[in-house]
């Protein structure tokens, strides 16, 4: 009861202490057991990328009741956005990074062979553990279910965009300091100003598509499957390529921001106060 009475006096603030402290939580002590039981350890790492769904649903089920739960993921479900923004979503990865890629080797730099290479099988059964497990359903339900319509209602949809990507970067901070993880492989001056770039992109393609979570589940999951098949993350040797793809990034997010047309939610986007 204590938890509720607080989550409904400061909704926002509860989601992101409950999305933060389960995920640190988990991947803190997945390193630890992991000597002793790695079944567990991996268990947790998984765990952990669910904080920011997990939080939306206890806060959303604390402050607007059942009803508002249903009402909420009504609207986090609609799956009928149009042909185009599916494209969009799961197509403008993989051309960003491609022309990322051409532009690096254009510039004499090597690009490692696909992993898709001779594995195209294995490559396309991963696309739905990517979904499930990779990131896309753990987190989305949260950042651009829950998290964007609040605060674009308070503070308008770039401001709101550009928080919400630097909360995000923050984030992922402990999967740095975790072998095995991408972002171990990643400087964290490249990665913040990508997942900020791409909170832009994201608030940008929800309220294109009336709200709907499943517009962000499906880029979510593109922008983590397509390096799968164009390999542009950093190898040790050399982070050109990822830095391109990076700018690219940016450089469509500054666009995205400096568009005079307003970005208002459809109706039904932000949901009511309690």
């Not at 901070?173 to 100003?193: E, K, M, V």
Request: proline share 7%.
């Amino acid at each position: 009861m204590i938890l509720v009475k607080w989550l409904r006096r400061a909704p926002l603030a509860g989601y992101f202490a409950l999305t933060f402290a389960w995920s640190w939580a988990c991947w803190g002590l997945s390193p630890a057991i992991k000597p002793q039981l790695p079944w567990l350890a991996a268990l947790l790492m998984f765990a952990g990328s669910f904080g920011p769904s997990l939080a939306a649903i206890v806060v959303v089920a604390s402050t607007r009741k059942w009803a508002g739960l249903r009402a909420w993921s009504s609207r986090c479900l609609r799956w009928r956005i149009g042909w185009g923004w599916w494209a969009f979503a799961l197509l403008l990865p993989l051309a960003l990074m491609s022309m990322a890629a051409g532009l690096h080797i254009a510039w004499g730099g090597a690009i490692a062979t696909s992993p898709a290479s001779g594995h195209l099988l294995m490559t396309l059964v991963n696309l739905p553990l990517i979904l499930l497990l990779g990131g896309p359903m753990g987190e989305e339900f949260g950042w651009r279910g829950y998290a964007l319509p609040v605060l674009q209602d308070r503070f308008g949809w770039r401001a709101a965009s550009l928080g919400l990507g630097l909360v995000w970067g923050l984030w992922h901070l402990p999967l740095f300091f975790i072998d095995g993880t991408s972002q171990a492989h990643i400087p964290i001056a490249l990665f913040l100003p990508s997942v900020v770039a791409m909170s832009v992109l994201f608030a940008w393609l929800v309220h294109r598509t009336a709200g709907s979570v499943v517009s962000a589940l499906a880029l979510h999951t593109a922008i983590n499957f397509w390096p799968s098949v164009v390999p542009v993350l950093p190898t040790g040797a050399s982070y050109r390529a990822y830095a391109l793809v990076v700018a690219m990034l940016v450089l469509l997010a500054l666009g995205l921001l400096a568009r005079r047309d307003v970005v208002r939610p459809a109706q039904g986007f932000v949901e009511a106060k309690p």
